[in-house]
């Protein structure tokens, strides 16, 4: 029999200060993206499902043909007001936004299946100046809330996943992308026969740590890569982000994106003393003649 005072896992109570700091804490944050030019949007909990996520809760209905869920992340229903709603507002667009997410499942380093997200996104621009702001922004607000000892990491697993795409043998290539996730060289090199794939392999495990001792190496392989021009944006993102003396940048060109959701720079944020990510965001695509970032 289940106690009827018990919370399933991943869900709790947030009670006094909890509750007080979050509300807060939001309203800083927004506050913030509003002073920048971002425009405030709310979306509904529910929405109808064409392709139901894996982590999502999928709800039952009286309607033979009706597929609804509750929402695992905002950031795909801004794209549907950004596609439908807001098709023809000027861009780019910029959009802000909150709201509870909730998740079938969590992760180790966050087990919380609810939790307030929070967000902002510029659409329609190619621009890698908003790929900068969007960073900036997200830094700012976090040192606003008193987050400290931040280090940026920055990704563009594109880059990584275009090897991944040569590799006809998929066991061989679902073995890599265990061996890639624990960042294992070695193993990873074992598997590849073509000397260009490894050299590429080799020469992106080799640029990856803090920007000021990489950023050298980094240029030097962009000339032997496909990616001459993404490098070149890359770097010019790093060179314009602005942070203090006690925080850093890094980068990791040996990370990848399975489900290829991210189209370009992707981004985490982390602290010292604060479990897993505490930001993360990247391009992705609006729709086939739209990107954005956020």
Known sequence: MINKYLIPPGFRDSLNFDSYVEHQYKNIIIDYFKSN?????KT?????????????????TSGKNERISVRNDITPQIKRIASSRFINKKRPLK????GEVVRKKGTMLRPERQFQQVGAEIIGTEDYKADVEIINLAYETLKKIGIKKIVIELSAPFIINSILKNITNKNSKNI???????KDLKNSLKLLTNKKQAFELKSLYQCSGQIKSKKKKIIEISNTLDFKEDIKKLINIVEMIKISKNDSI?????????????????????????RGEIAKGGRYLVSDNETAIG
């Open 37 to 41: 030019g971002f425009t405030l949007v």
């Open 44 to 60: 509904p909990l529910i929405e109808y499902s064409q392709n139901i996520s894996e982590n999502s809760f999928a709800l039952r």
């Open 95 to 98: 959009l802000c936004y909150y």
């Open 176 to 182: 890599l992308k265990k061996y890639i996730k624990l």
């Open 250 to 274: 890094n980068i990791d060109l040996f990370e990848l994106e399975d489900q290829n959701y991210y189209q370009g720079v992707k981004f985490t944020f982390f602290a010292k003393n604060v």
